[in-house]
């Protein structure tokens, strides 16, 4: 009787028993990681809004619409022009075999899960590039267990890298079996496979596109070099011509002329003709359609780089040395990591991978080290892709583990790091060394407020204006049309979101013309518009360093009484909703916050200052009292009386800096207009209390202003009607008898 399957030894056996076992073991601590140390936001975030939306259509058994109403108001989105494709596989899979499961918490599962076979291609490509199965298993394990790798499998977001990721590594796997292949025949399985999961990954993702380049330069330098078998040259090749002709959205780009494509007919040649300069004429002729071709759909892209290299990867103070494309993509994920971030995200792997970098290249040409370059020089470019750097660095850092006793110090130096990943973020930020970008003021709670408020108050024809990271969550959540959208490969939505960025800071008839022009009913005002001057916020992509004092934003911010055809409808901490007269939705009677008052811009110019307002507005209110109390300053403890009143501080607190506001005042410190403001403040949000408004009728009523002071003793007996007449109110008798006289 045979112990095992035919073909299948006890060592192969344990080894998949292990990889297994590592596989599940990973999955726990990306759920473990996700609950508890590192929960993403509730929502899917940014681009991966319609993503979700998308496969939420599928599970239930629909499909995506060919133009899509929702997107790119009023014309529609033609939803071709992008990859959809991982929307199918995790909609398809919840539909078949999942069914059962709210859509919600199984598409977060999927995000956790389906990344990790990228492990299992991991442990293949290792194996294939000869680091032997004891270093493939224990990179498997550290890939599975690695925080760039987790950050992007958390549940945050159903990114295009969840699926590309996995069959890129497949693909680097099955091309680096290819490659070493010794015939024509022996090569086919696995050229066959290099031209499927080529494919796949392009079907996935854009970036793909870029990253099959990189995978067909190599396979082409090394059949310049030496002769490849056939299938491993051709299969390939073809694959990433047919997918340039049949994929849907590189179809519509372009892609028969994309870098890759290039590089795909140089291998053809290369099949056929021996000509050692044709990896370098490939590259070159690559490099200059991504940064000089006029292709709308990558133009963005290839501003971008020129602009990196132009600067040396840091932004100039003029934003208008940069062309819009440039200022529109030059943000977030898409900037070049601070050091502080590669930390965070690499530093034990790093010095691991510093000490074995010279024995891998001693291995001779490979594939992973090949790949190793490109990511490097990727990453550097785009912080986003540290998805593709992880992978890969965990190759040299193997390479130190010569003593079995090293492995365990790997893998215990790369559990602490995502363990106690908040902990040490705030140790570098402490340090003066920033991990974070593309800081917005917008929190969940307030979002949670903007979609109900748009849901309830809205009706579902009418369509928002308004910047691209707020449109995925009106379109996907609340199901309202949106004129901007996360499409960058769209031209005119690159446009569009350029010309809503200027408008916004040019006078309010200006941005009416645009709304008019695109049919929108309302347009979403964030704060950041203001105060975020830095590279990633709209003045920057405006073309402006400093607001114009009357521009439509500036009296959106501070002054809405002075808008003629906008009126508010909406307000959170951070952001406001106007509407175009005719719309539906009934005006706005919330209180005003911190940083919508003019008087408080001084405050809160600093835009870190802001955000704290909005992310720890109790505390942030405890930091601004005890600065207005040691300085006397009025705007400081007034701006705090707002906070706590805003955001349910405790009552004592508030009436004590009340107290002192009015001291200010009796010191010929504080004007009674704005006092009054405060009072008013206290009231919204501790009231009713008749006693303090006859304590703001007195104040009324001694800076000679009786018709206010009759009006707010009027407030009070109304409140409640056994004041009047009590003594409590007798030095304002007489307007009592004025009340009674206008009655009759």
Not at 88 to 94: E, F, N, P, V
Not at 401 to 426: C, H, I, M, N, T
Not at 586 to 613: H, I, N, Q, W
């Amino acid at each position: 009787m045979r112990a095992f399957p035919e073909g299948l030894s006890g060592r192969a056996l344990s080894q998949s028993i292990l990889l297994l076992a590592a596989i599940l073991s990973a999955l726990l601590m990306r759920y473990w990681f996700s609950t508890g140390i590192l929960p993403p936001p509730p929502r899917m975030q940014g681009e991966t809004t319609q993503a979700y939306r998308y496969a939420s259509m599928i599970a239930e058994g629909g499909t995506v619409p060919a133009v899509d109403s929702l997107v790119m108001h009023p014309a529609g989105f033609e939803t071709a022009e992008n990859s959809i494709f991982e929307e199918y596989i995790a909609g398809g899979l919840h539909r078949f075999a999942f069914r059962g499961m709210p859509f919600d918490s199984y598409l977060r599962v999927f995000c956790l899960a389906f990344p990790l076979l990228g492990m299992l291609a991991l442990y293949l490509w290792l194996s294939e590039a000869g680091l032997g199965v004891a270093k493939a298993t224990m990179g498997a394990i550290a890939y599975g267990f690695l925080l760039p790798a987790m950050l992007r499998a958390r549940g945050e977001s159903f990114y295009r890298e969840t699926v590309a990721v996995p069959f890129i590594l497949f693909l680097c796997w099955a091309v680096e079996k290819s490659v070493r292949a010794p015939g024509s025949r022996r090569s086919i399985p696995a050229a066959a496979a290099s031209a499927l999961f080529l494919i796949l990954a392009n079907a996935s993702w854009k970036a793909s596109g870029f990253i099959t380049a990189g995978i067909l330069l190599y396979i082409l330098a090394m059949n310049t070099g030496r002769r490849l078998p056939l299938p491993s040259v051709i299969l390939p090749a073809s694959a990433q011509i047919a997918s340039a002709l049949l994929v849907p959205h590189m179809a519509r780009e372009g892609a028969i002329l994309s870098p890759a494509s290039i590089m795909a007919f140089a291998l053809l040649v290369s099949a056929f003709v021996r000509m050692t300069s044709l990896p370098v004429l490939a590259a070159a002729a690559s490099i200059v359609t991504v940064l000089f071709r006029f292709n709308e759909a990558t133009a963005h892209v290839g501003a971008m780089l020129l602009a990196k290299l132009r600067f040396l990867f840091v932004h100039p103070a003029d934003p208008l040395r940069l062309s819009a494309d440039a200022r529109l993509f030059w943000v977030g994920g898409y900037e070049t990591p601070q050091v502080g971030q590669i930390i965070l995200l690499f530093g034990p792997l790093l010095v691991f991978a510093v000490f074995g970098i010279r024995k891998m290249w001693r291995r001779g040409p490979t594939l992973l080290r090949w790949a190793l370059l490109l990511a490097m020089a990727a990453y550097l470019m785009m912080d986003r892709l540290h998805v593709l750097l992880a992978p890969v660095l965990i190759a040299p850092a193997l390479e130190t583990l010569r003593k079995p006793l090293r492995y365990p110090a790997l893998g215990l130096a790369l559990g602490l790091q995502s363990v106690f990943v908040v902990p040490f973020a705030g140790v570098l930020e402490s340090a003066g060394l920033r991990v974070q970008t593309g800081e917005s003021l917008l929190t969940e709670s307030e979002l949670s407020d903007l979609l109900s408020w748009a849901e309830s108050e809205t009706e579902p024809g009418e369509s928002f204006l308004s910047y691209w990271h707020i449109s995925g969550f009106l379109s996907a959540y609340a199901e309202r049309p949106v004129v901007t959208h996360t499409f960058f490969e769209n031209l005119s939505n690159r446009r569009t979101i350029e010309e809503f960025a200027e408008r916004m800071f040019q006078d309010e008839d200006s941005l009416i013309a645009l709304m008019e022009r695109v049919d929108a009913d309302y347009v979403v005002y964030q704060a950041d518009f203001l105060l975020d001057a830095t590279p990633s916020g709209l003045l920057y992509l405006a073309g402006r360093t400093a607001p114009p004092l009357e521009s439509a934003a500036w009296r959106m911010q501070y002054r809405p009484e002075n808008l003629e055809r906008l009126r508010l409808v909406f307000q959170g901490p951070s952001l406001r909703v106007f509407a175009v007269n005719g719309s539906s939705a009934p005006d706005c009677t919330m209180p005003p916050g911190p940083l919508f008052e003019e008087r408080y811009s001084s405050l809160f110019g600093e835009y870190r200052k802001a955000t704290a307002v909005v992310s720890d507005p109790l505390g942030t209110a405890m930091s601004l009292a005890t600065a207005g109390m040691a300085n006397r300053s009025p705007d400081l403890l007034s701006a705090a009386l707002m906070l706590l009143s805003n955001n349910g501080g405790v009552v004592e607190d508030a009436t004590g800096l009340l107290q002192q506001l009015l001291v200010l005042h009796m010191d010929g410190l504080y004007p009674i207009e704005p006092l009054a403001d405060d009072f008013h403040t206290y009231l919204a949000a501790y009231g009713p209390d008749p006693e303090i408004r006859i304590d703001l009728a007195r104040i009324y009523l001694a800076s000679g202003m009786t018709e206010e002071a009759s009006m707010e003793y009027s407030a009070a007996i109304a409140e409640n009607p056994a004041l009047e007449g009590s003594g409590v109110a007798e030095d304002l008798a007489w307007l009592g008898d004025l009340t009674e006289r206008e009655i009759r």
